[in-house]
């Protein structure tokens, strides 16, 4: 599955705490994604990049950050966390061939 | 911003009916993809459609793309037991960089 891995795949956490997801890809390619998944709306994107430090919003990007500091890794930061980022969070990567996305396993972040 | 729309969001079926889902989006797209994604699983690419009225198939599995390019469907037929799952449409934007997911439709077959 394109060598990527996420962590950590569960989190529990509280109202107001900083969290950082990770996401790791072996293969060197230069789009990564963060989306979330929520009941009846599918995925949604939150933030990309398409290079290190190279950075754009999604289209629920407000209350989290990303940073790329090497090709390799993606970072999701959730400032300080809410309720409502209660969520399954999928990291992907553009292929190359037909610009398919792969994705990651997941990371299942409860925010109490 | 881009919409994309998927109908309907669940469907259940005996094994050996067919199964459709459709995707309408609100603006025309450069291409379309599609993901299957597993209980408990990660979305998986199945296949991209770029050319207006395109039909590809894979095995039972026929997907095709509007000639205006804002909707897609696909079609299952003789559904089996392994196609349960969640399928997901994609619409992507002209520069291939960014991707407007459908709230997906969830499938049960029944044996």
Known sequence: ?112 | GQQVMQIPQYQHVQEGEDFTTYCNSSTTLSNIQWYKQRPGGHPVFLIQLVKSGEVKKQKRLTFQFGEAKKNSSLHITATQTTDVGTYFCAGVEDNFNKFYFGSGTKLNVKP
């Open chain 1, 1 to 112: 599955d394109a060598g990527i891995t996420q962590s950590p795949r569960h989190k529990v956490t509280e109202t107001g705490t900083p969290v950082t997801l990770r996401c790791h890809q072996t293969e060197n390619h230069r789009y990564m994604y963060w989306y979330r998944q929520d009941p009846g709306h599918g995925l949604r994107l939150i933030h990309y990049s398409y290079g290190v430090k190279d950075t754009d919003k999604g289209e629920v990007s407000d209350g989290y950050s990303v940073s790329r500091s090497k090709t390799e890794d993606f970072l999701l930061t959730l400032e300080s966390a809410t309720s409502s980022q209660t969520s399954v969070y999928f990291c992907a990567i553009k292929g190359t061939s037909d610009s398919e996305q792969y994705f990651g396993p997941g990371t299942r972040l409860t925010v109490t």
